[in-house]
């Protein structure tokens, strides 16, 4: 699989109604299988009063993002109707390591197999338009824990390098870093280096 990928920049959302039935397509980055499931339960216990909320998402998972889990449902709506529409959509943008969930809240009014599609694929297209699409590449998380002595040793590489972290300050010193996946060794080689092997690296 190539280096960078596409993805959603931020979260977002878009809604609008047809014939009485509200439509709310909501889109988000995620960076694996569970987070992606997590973001569609999320969704479905906020919206637990809708009529459906139907997943869809595109995630690299394996190791090192290997192959591309795709998976969508119809939650209920006719085949093929609205989860395969809302991952279609995700495909055609080649957008990945993005979930999407589109929730309906029905009107009276049956939209017919040819509407629901328009209806669900125009949930995901607004709601990719609203968020906007980066190249992004692979990331990894690494956890950094060490005594206090050494944090300002890690913290120190870890701004140099301009790497997004967590840190937290506790017993010892615990950092939650972002790193892309062809960093990740060096920096690991690099921490140990810097603190004689007495950061413990996961």
Same mark, same amino acid.
């Given at each position: 699989?190539?280096?960078? @990928?596409?993805?959603?920049?931020?979260?977002?959302?878009?809604?609008?109604?047809?014939?009485?039935?509200?439509?709310?397509?909501?889109?988000?980055?995620?960076?694996?299988?569970?987070?992606?499931?997590?973001?569609?339960?999320?969704?479905?216990?906020?919206?637990?009063?809708?009529?459906?909320?139907?997943?869809?998402?595109?995630?690299?998972?394996?190791? #090192?993002?290997?192959?591309?889990? /795709?998976?969508?449902?119809?939650?209920?709506?006719?085949?093929?109707?609205?989860?395969?529409?809302?991952?279609?959509?995700?495909?055609?943008?080649?957008? #990945?390591?993005?979930?999407?969930?589109?929730?309906? @809240?029905?009107?009276?009014?049956?939209?017919?197999?040819?509407?629901?599609?328009?209806?669900? =694929?125009?949930?995901?297209?607004?709601?990719?338009? #609203?968020?906007?699409?980066?190249?992004?590449?692979?990331? /990894?998380?690494?956890?950094?824990?060490?005594?206090?002595?050494?944090?300002?040793?890690?913290?120190?590489?870890?701004? =140099?390098?301009?790497?997004?972290?967590?840190?937290?300050?506790?017993?010892?010193?615990?950092?939650?870093?972002?790193?892309?996946?062809?960093?990740?060794?060096?920096?690991?080689?690099?921490?140990?280096?810097?603190? =004689?092997?007495?950061?413990?690296?996961?």
């Amino acid at each position: 699989m190539s280096e960078t @990928y596409r993805t959603v920049a931020e979260p977002a959302t878009a809604g609008f109604v047809v014939q009485g039935s509200e439509f709310v397509g909501r889109v988000r980055p995620v960076e694996s299988v569970d987070a992606a499931e997590a973001f569609v339960d999320a969704v479905r216990d906020e919206c637990a009063d809708a009529t459906h909320n139907v997943p869809a998402y595109r995630v690299r998972a394996g190791a #090192e993002g290997a192959f591309l889990r /795709e998976y969508s449902s119809d939650d209920g709506e006719p085949s093929g109707s609205a989860g395969k529409p809302a991952l279609n959509v995700l495909a055609q943008r080649d957008v #990945e390591n993005c979930a999407a969930v589109v929730t309906r @809240y029905y009107g009276g009014t049956n939209l017919g197999v040819g509407g629901l599609v328009r209806a669900y =694929s125009r949930a995901v297209k607004e709601a990719l338009e #609203e968020a906007g699409i980066v190249e992004e590449r692979p990331h /990894e998380r690494v956890r950094i824990t060490v005594e206090y002595d050494d944090s300002g040793t890690v913290r120190g590489i870890l701004e =140099s390098e301009g790497f997004e972290f967590d840190a937290d300050y506790e017993t010892d010193v615990s950092f939650a870093v972002r790193v892309p996946l062809e960093d990740a060794e060096a920096l690991r080689d690099r921490l140990r280096s810097a603190t =004689s092997g007495r950061a413990d690296l996961e």
